[in-house]
C-alpha cells in the first residue's frame, strides 16, 4: 500500500533556529500533501495544503512566513518552521491522498514531535 | 462535510468486542462514512470506509444504519494495542480534498 515516510520523527531545536521536516512518497506519486499540527490531548488541525509545483495554501491563522511549505517534486513535500518559539512545539503530520479506486485514500506520515527549547 | 458525534471515551476489556457509534445525521447521498485511528504519539491510520453496506476487512467491520444516520465501527477481539483515538469521518466520494478530525473517541482496552 501506499507509504509517506516522515522525517524526523522528534527533534529539540533552540529558539530562534529553523527546523525542516521532510515527507516523502515512497510507492506513489503525492501532487498534493496536507500539513497537519496536532496539539496535546487535541485533534489534528490542517495547516497547510502544498500542491506539486505551486505555492501552498494555508489556513486563516496560519502564519506563511513563519511555516515555509516547498513541495518541488511529486514524491517530496517539505515543511520549514523559520525562527521558531516554545510556542510552536507540537506535533506535526503529514499526510497525502492516493486514487483507490473511485475514492482517495489518505496516507500519514508517522509525525514529527517538534521541542523548542 | 457533514459533521460527526461521537462519545469521548470508552473501555473495552481486552479480548471482547469494541463497538464505537458515530452519528452523522446530515449525511448526504454522496459521502462515505471513513474511520481512522490514532495511536498515541503516531500517525492515523485508515480502518475502513463505506457507503451504505456494511462493511468487513482484517481490522474491523462498518455497520451502517439504514437511514445512513449513524454507524458502528466494531473491533471484534480488542487487543491492548487496539487502545487509541478513534475518529470517524464523513466525505464526498471522490474528494481528494483535507479530511476534517473531530475529537474523536478514545478507546482504552483493559486487560
Known amino acids: 500500500g501506499a507509504v509517506v515516510s516522515q522525517h524526523p520523527s522528534r527533534v529539540i531545536c533552540k529558539s530562534g533556529t529553523s527546523v525542516k521536516i521532510e515527507c516523502r512518497s515512497l510507492d506513489f506519486q503525492a501532487t498534493t500533501m496536507f500539513w497537519y499540527r496536532q496539539f496535546p490531548k487535541k485533534s489534528l488541525m490542517l495547516m497547510a495544503t502544498?500542491?506539486?509545483?505551486?505555492?501552498?495554501?494555508?489556513e486563516q491563522g496560519v502564519e506563511k512566513d513563519k511555516f515555509l511549505i516547498n513541495h518541488a517534486s511529486l514524491t517530496l513535500s517539505t515543511l520549514t518552521v523559520t525562527s521558531a518559539h516554545p510556542e510552536d512545539s507540537s506535533f506535526y503530520i503529514c499526510s497525502a491522498p492516493s486514487r483507490t479506486g473511485y475514492n482517495y485514500g489518505y496516507t500519514f506520515g508517522s509525525g514529527t514531535r517538534l521541542t523548542v527549547v | 462535510d457533514a459533521k460527526t458525534t461521537q462519545p469521548t471515551s470508552m473501555d473495552c476489556a481486552e479480548g471482547r468486542a469494541a463497538n464505537l457509534p458515530c452519528n452523522h445525521s446530515t449525511i448526504s447521498g454522496n459521502e462515505y462514512v471513513y474511520w481512522y485511528r490514532q495511536i498515541h504519539s503516531q500517525g492515523p491510520q485508515y480502518i475502513i470506509h463505506?457507503?451504505?453496506n456494511n462493511e468487513t476487512n482484517e481490522m474491523a467491520s462498518l455497520i451502517i444504519t439504514e437511514d445512513r444516520k449513524s454507524s458502528t465501527l466494531i473491533l471484534p477481539h480488542a487487543t491492548l494495542r487496539d487502545t487509541a483515538v478513534y475518529y470517524c469521518i464523513v466525505r464526498p466520494g471522490g474528494s481528494q480534498g483535507n479530511l476534517i478530525f473531530g475529537k474523536g473517541t478514545k478507546l482504552s482496552v483493559k486487560p
Open positions: 463505506g457507503l451504505k
Open positions: 502544498s500542491n506539486e509545483g505551486s505555492k501552498a495554501t494555508y
